[in-house]
């Protein structure tokens, strides 16, 4: 009896040993795992304090100084915002930066997919890789001469047409538009193009191939095979190339300097002038409203993803 | 594991070359190192009247020397403090010699280059068909020259004693015993080096002893020549080679072989030899005891490729120049300032900002420094535009100032660096930091950009030199400090020309102008009624042009000056009143200046491709010069110096009764364009320092400096023109009439011009100034118009684009 009383006893205690030591090891798990979070930290603190002093801080600044007066920094309230809605300069710029990713984005990813399509099939894809991101390597300012060099009104093309007896097309004034759309997608073009044979190659031959036996030809494939599963690779691209737009400032102001002609005047041209002209109020209000435009664009878009994955 | 071994041994021979290297470049550094820390370079200017177009500096036994032509020709020696003078017995063979280059010899005798005007002869013949006039040289009997110095039986030359009689003997050195001249000359201490550029050829040293000798170089097309410090003398000639010549018997030897039909001017820095090369802006630096080509001079040439010029307009003359300094290193003197290298080194080190001292200063003659020497004890003595002037190194400079005004101007201008030196004179304990924002080939934008990253992080400037900004924009920004409650303080007592200098004073007084100038025009008499407008004058040419062939001399013959005069001289009516142009006004304006630019005379200039384009219009007197000397009928632009300009017209209107001018472009508005617009900073810390400086620019001891090449704002200043200057026009002659060939002398204003010109000044109302912006564009557009790269509705459409978008932000 007592033998099994002190079985008993020494079960109980075996039991509260190892429930104290769950405890404990619970206690050191805690630990531990709170180190892990430090250590964690550790390693995000560089890059979050560059992204805080040179961007978020700044946007910041940005954000009080579209409620103040340019040189003086006093408090104007919401003088700069209705300033700028009233701009015509603002309206010109937005239309034309709308208009042009409008006009890019479709064009960027239909053409750019329509090459991958064709590119996936053959063998030597290594080497045709390397050549697409050529157009990436090459510098803007480059890329910028060897279009003036051929669309400028005394360059290579109007030369052409003007022997020939044509009029010549004023390609830096009212068709300097497309001629930025060309620039823009002819550098992103090779990229974009990667991009989508990276999704296509992802996918598993056996899918198709399956299908394919089931009486399914390419273009079904396409559709029902290789496309739904391209849809993260759609949202990677849409918004890169979406971001790219707004960057295509370089090529413009290169081409055509911080006045160019209407139709290729961008935000960025607007930003430059307003701040020459020291309009820094209604600079900081128009960044914070553009700002708002991408970030609502690209949450939108995240949000529509986000829908269809579950 | 071979391939390793190799790698290893690769990167530790690598290491070695660049640990060499490194302990070279320490070496050089610590070479360059030496400078002083603290302090700074302080500026004085010599006071040395009539000091014109000296010679370079020698520097031979702690004495620095120089000698200067005036009515005698004059040595000058520093001892490092003073400069003492004394005159030196030399004369010119007859009165139209004229030193090309006056040089020293160490022990104090004096080495003259100089050339004979008598030997060319000049005809004037009518080139049929376009109504100019050329010079042409017709006179192939040119009278021998230079080498009648009295024969010396044991030392004459015999070639040249051949040619006793000619023009010396009979004028300056005609001595009744042939003898006593030879001792004269003697006592002269003087060696002639004579080049006579008609035979071309003869390079005659003459001797202080009074005998002489032809050296014997080979070309005898004598380009440049130089004199050692231990009196070697070497000759640079037109085919580019160097020849060393013993100065006692006048035989030469060639030296350096150089580079074929180069010619280019020498200097000599210590055992060195220095040739700028014009062609391609970079030196060659030979041993001037060996002949050998210094190497590894890419340092030194990368620096010259972007801060040395040549005066196009004078053969190229070298705008800088080298001096020896201590331990093996040279200095170097240019615009941009003073320069120490070390031969063989990687690194021009620049002890001395030019843009902000007289240093950058330039005038007709003077494009830059053209002598510097190193006086010791970081001392530094420069001939340049402002006239000889010492930089020396003063450790407590910094120390000594209570306070430091920043002065920011968007281009550099002799007469900021003027006022900014008379400040620095007044007020030595203020520090003085001149900042110019397009400078080093910045865009407007950038400079811009850069002014107002200044001013938002608190370190903006105390004073704002406006000219090329956008002042109204300035103004609407609040960045401007109204002077209306400074004025009493910061007018002269002897007053100014208030139309010009207080002309800014939308709601306040915003800046005050140091100088000013005013549109012109000028036609046949009895014609002027009918110019009013941009658009008469245009009509006007076109009728001449028909009537006489050219109705205009362009007087320049870049196209974006042309069309940068007539902006200026009808600017008001296309300006908008806000420092920009109105968009709707541009294809009139550009339709009104192709029609003169069409009617007008653009003659062929051969030395155009050596001309770079200039900011300011190529101006060799006034426009209004052309009517009578070269026949034309119509004259418009501006005139922005009393003696170079308005006593210039009011000369020529009284020698040619059949032309007549205007103050004014249009006779409804009298306009003027106010030059170096000085404002202070609302953001200033210094604001008592910054109206002091106003002050100081607009004193009479600061606008004196204006008054032969500006119109000052200070009324003394201005009317000290009136006076019978006597320091001005002593044989001035502005050319030749067409019809008779005499001379046309300048004259002085009489009181009725006077007073003509002072009731225009009197009604000033329309400032013309436009922002370096618009400028640009309109310039760029014009030229392309007028050169036929676009035509008229593509160039206006292109700057009322840019106009109308610029009003929309």
């Known amino acids: 009896m007592r033998a099994a009383e002190n079985t ?35 390693f995000l603190l560089p890059g979050a304090l560059g992204v805080a002093v040179f961007i978020l801080i700044p946007f910041i600044d940005s954000f009080r100084r579209s409620f103040c007066t340019n040189i003086t920094q ?56 390397s050549i697409l991101l050529f157009p990436m390597a090459i510098p803007t300012a480059t890329m910028v001469l060897i279009w003036k060099i051929l669309f400028s009104d005394h360059g290579y093309i109007n030369g052409i047409l003007d022997s020939h007896g044509a009029d010549t097309i004023g390609f830096l004034d009212d068709k300097a538009f497309w001629v930025l ?10 990229y974009t193009v990667l991009l989508w044979l990276t999704g296509i190659m992802s996918i598993s031959s056996a899918l198709c191939e399956a299908a394919k036996t089931d009486g399914a030809g390419e273009v079904k494939c396409l559709f029902y095979i290789i496309m739904p599963n391209l849809k993260p690779t759609l949202y990677t691209i849409t918004i890169i190339s979406f971001l790219n737009s707004f960057k295509v400032f370089r090529e413009a102001y290169l081409l055509a300097g911080s006045y160019p002609h209407e139709s290729i005047y961008l935000l960025q041209h607007l930003f430059n002038n307003w701040f020459v002209n020291m309009d820094l109020g209604k600079m900081a209000a128009a960044s914070v409203c553009v700002f708002s435009v991408i970030f609502i664009a690209v949450s939108l878009l995240k949000a529509v993803w986000d829908k269809e994955e579950n | 594991m071979n391939t390793k071994r190799i790698a290893a041994a690769a990167a530790a021979v690598l290491m070695a070359i660049s640990a060499a290297g490194c302990s070279s470049s320490e070496n050089k550094s610590k070479q360059l190192s030496s400078k002083p820390q603290k302090g700074r370079y302080v500026e004085e200017i010599l006071d040395l009247k009539n000091i014109e177009f000296p ?17 005698a020709i004059k040595r000058y020696v520093s001892d490092g403090k003073n400069v003492t003078s004394e005159e030196l017995d030399l004369k010119f063979p007859n009165d139209s010699c004229f030193a090309t280059k006056i040089q020293q010899l160490p022990d104090g005798r004096g080495a003259v280059l100089y050339t004979d005007q008598s030997v060319l002869s000049f005809d004037t013949e009518d080139i049929e068909g376009n109504g100019i006039t050329q010079e042409t040289d017709t006179d192939d009997s040119a009278p021998e020259i230079l080498v009648d110095i009295p024969e010396d039986d044991t030392e004459a030359d015999p070639a040249i004693t051949e040619k006793e009689g000619g023009i010396i003997g009979e004028t300056e050195f005609e001595t009744e015993d042939p003898a006593d001249a030879a001792e004269e000359t003697a006592e002269d201490g003087v060696i002639h080096i004579s080049d006579d550029y008609d035979s071309g050829s003869r390079f ?52 350096y072989e150089g580079k074929e039909d180069q010619a280019n001017y020498i200097d000599i820095a210590g055992k060195y030899i220095i040739i700028p090369e014009q062609l391609e802006n970079k030196v060659t630096v030979i ?27 004078f053969s190229g003359v070298p705008c800088f120049d080298f001096c020896e300094g201590e331990d093996g290193t040279i200095y170097i003197a240019c615009t941009a300032g003073i320069y120490r290298y070390v031969i063989g080194g990687n690194k021009v080190e620049q002890l001395i900002d030019g843009s902000s001292t007289s240093l950058s200063m330039t005038d007709s003659v003077y494009m830059g420094p053209s002598s510097v020497v190193y006086e010791g004890n970081d001392s530094f003595l420069v001939e340049c535009a402002a006239g000889i002037v010492r930089y020396r190194f003063d450790p407590d400079a910094e120390e000594n100032e209570t306070s430091c005004i920043k002065i920011y101007a968007l281009k550099n201008d002799e007469k900021i660096t003027t006022a900014v030196n008379t400040f620095r004179r007044t007020h030595p304990e203020i520090g003085v930091e001149l900042e110019t924002g397009m400078k080093d080939k910045k865009t407007y934008d950038d400079a811009v950009k850069d002014l107002l990253s200044e001013i938002v992080s608190d370190d903006a400037p105390d004073v704002i030199i406006l000219d090329g900004l956008d002042i109204h924009n300035f103004i609407d920004k609040d960045l401007l400090k109204d002077l209306t409650e400074y004025l009493p303080d910061i007018t002269p007592e002897e007053g100014l020309i208030e139309g010009a200098a207080l002309w800014n004073d939308r709601d306040g007084v915003y800046s005050a102008a140091g100088c000013f100038a005013i549109p012109s025009v000028a036609c046949n008499t009895g014609d002027l009624d009918k110019l009013d407008t941009l658009k008469d004058v245009a009509e006007y040419s076109e009728k001449q042009k028909d009537d006489n062939n050219y109705a205009m001399n362009l007087e320049t013959s870049f196209t974006g000056s042309f069309i940068k005069n007539l902006l200026q001289t009808y600017g008001n009516e296309i300006s908008d009143g806000k420092n920009s142009a109105d968009p709707e006004k541009i294809k009139d304006f550009f339709e009104n200046c192709g029609k003169i630019y069409n009617a007008s005379f653009s003659g062929e200039d051969p030395m155009e491709n050596e001309y770079e384009e200039q900011d300011e219009p190529f101006y060799t007197g006034t426009p209004l010069a052309y009517l009578t000397l070269d026949n034309y009928h119509l004259s418009a632009g501006m005139l922005d110096s009393y003696p170079n300009s308005i006593n210039c017209i009011t000369t020529i209107k009284d020698y040619n009764d059949k032309i007549d001018y205007r103050y004014g472009g249009s006779s409804s508005v009298h306009a003027f364009q106010p030059i170096m617009n000085a404002a202070i900073c609302s953001r200033s810390d210094n604001t008592d320092e910054a109206k002091e400086f106003i002050k100081i620019m607009l004193s009479k001891d600061n606008q004196d400096n204006y008054v032969d090449n500006a119109l000052p704002v200070n009324k003394a200043s201005f009317e000290y023109n009136f006076t019978d200057r006597t320091d001005l026009f002593v044989s001035g002659c502005i050319g030749y009439g ?72």
């Open chain 2, 204 to 255: 005659v040293l003459i001797r202080p002893d009074g005998s002489f000798a032809e050296t014997e170089i080979e070309e005898k097309n004598i380009f440049d020549f130089e004199i050692s410090e231990d009196g070697r003398l070497f000759v640079s000639t037109f085919s580019g080679r160097i020849y060393k010549v013993d100065l006692d018997t006048g035989k030469s030897e060639l030296f």
């Open chain 2, 287 to 313: 041993d001037a005891e060996t002949a050998e080509e210094i190497g590894n001079l890419e340092a030194l040439n990368d620096f010259c490729k972007d801060n040395i010029t040549f005066n196009s307009a």
């Open chain 1, 8 to 42: 008993a006893a020494a079960d109980i205690q075996n039991s509260a040993a190892a429930v104290g030591n769950i405890k404990e090891m619970k206690k050191n798990k805690k630990k531990k795992k709170n180190k892990t979070d430090l250590k964690f930290l550790q």
């Open chain 2, 55 to 71: 010679s370079e500096f020698v520097k031979a036994d702690g004495e620095i020397s120089f000698v200067n032509e005036e009515d």
């Open chain 1, 74 to 129: 006093e408090f104007s309230g919401a003088d700069n915002y209705k300033e700028i809605f009233g701009n015509e300069a603002f309206r010109l710029a937005i239309k034309n930066t709308l208009r042009f990713t409008g006009v890019c984005l479709p064009l960027l990813i239909g053409i750019s997919f329509i090459i991958a399509y064709m590119l996936s099939g053959l063998k030597r894809i290594q080497l045709i890789r």
């Open chain 2, 738 to 809: 067409t019809e008779d060939e005499s001379e046309i002398l300048y004259k002085y204003t009489d009181e009725a011009e006077e007073k003509e010109l002072m009731e225009y000044l009197s009604k000033l109302d329309t400032a013309v100034l436009f922002d370096e912006q618009t400028t640009q564009k309109i310039v760029e557009c014009g030229t392309k118009y007028l050169n036929g790269d676009s035509t008229l509705d593509e160039a206006a459409e292109e700057v009322r684009s840019f106009l109308l978008l610029r009003n929309k932000e």
């Open chain 1, 181 to 190: 759309v060309g620039s823009y997608i002819w550098k992103n073009l090779g």
